[in-house]
């Protein structure tokens, strides 16, 4: 079946460092992928829609400058916490869409999710 | 307003007995579907099954069954002879215009239910 690849698992570092995220789909084309971040115990909330060779689509309150995204591949999007702060320790975790398999109609692509990355700023 | 209600934080299951985690939605939009996933201590999510708007019956995959009503706008998954390797917590979502020019394909997730099966 479909494999998305999500690279570091874990990653610990010091404040105000850059942390690149990769999400790789391995044996399928994903021209949107969509990254979410979660808090222990809580719900995935969608950050933003990353379409592979254009801007990603935020979703309200994300700062796009603090979570940059790039999806410059059919099977690669990366996201960049720049300048990362204590407060942005959590759980991000991605999921690519397989345009070519649907979960009963047309339109409703099969999402695949990678294994998450946990981030701690120090 | 919340689109995805999990009404149940934590619940617990004897071994070998059957549990149901609520869940409701809300949506103006004729045309979407409805997932459950299970997501372990080891933080991956795994698909359990999926529920259209326009099907007519209920969906089910081995163990696990999607009681959809759709009137009452719930989506409520039943798990049957609970097993421990089923403790985890479980997430219903949603997508919205699947037939549609709106459908941006993103998933939008409930806060989850813990669920813990005793031995």
């Known amino acids: 079946g479909a494999v998305v690849s999500q690279h570091p698992s874990w990653v610990i570092c010091k404040s105000g460092t850059s942390v690149k995220i990769e999400c790789r789909s391995l044996?399928?084309?994903?021209?949107?992928m969509f990254w979410y971040r979660q808090f222990p115990k809580q719900s995935l909330m969608l950050m933003a829609t990353?379409?592979?060779?254009?801007?990603?689509?935020?979703e309200q309150g994300v700062e796009k400058d603090k979570f940059l995204i790039n999806h410059a591949s059919l099977t690669l999007s990366t996201l960049t916490v720049t300048s990362a702060h204590p407060e942005d320790s959590s759980f991000y975790i991605c999921?690519?869409?397989?345009?070519?398999?649907?979960?009963?109609?047309?339109?409703?692509?099969?999402?695949?999710f990678g294994s998450g990355t946990q981030l701690s700023v120090l | 307003a919340q689109k995805i209600t999990q009404t149940q934080p934590g619940m617990f299951v004897q071994e070998k007995e059957a549990v149901t985690l609520d869940c409701t939605y809300d949506?103006?939009?004729?045309?979407?579907?409805l997932f459950w996933y299970k997501q372990p201590s080891s933080g991956e999510m795994i698909f359990l099954i999926y529920?259209?708007?326009?099907?007519?019956q209920n969906a089910t995959e081995g163990r696990y069954s999607l009681n959809f009503q759709k009137a009452r706008k719930s989506a409520n998954l039943v798990i049957s002879a609970s097993q421990l390797g089923d403790s985890a917590m479980y997430f219903c979502?949603?997508?919205?215009?699947?037939?549609?020019?709106?459908?941006?394909?993103?998933?939008?997730f409930g806060q989850g239910t813990t669920l813990q099966v005793k031995p």
């Open positions: 529920q259209g708007s326009y099907d007519q």
């Open positions: 999921s690519a869409r397989d345009n070519n398999l649907f979960l009963g109609d047309l339109g409703n692509e099969k999402l695949f």
């Open positions: 044996d399928f084309q994903a021209t949107t």
């Open positions: 949506t103006s939009d004729p045309s979407y579907g």
């Open positions: 990353s379409n592979e060779g254009s801007k990603a689509t935020y």
């Open positions: 979502a949603m997508r919205e215009g699947i037939k549609g020019s709106s459908n941006t394909g993103k998933l939008i």
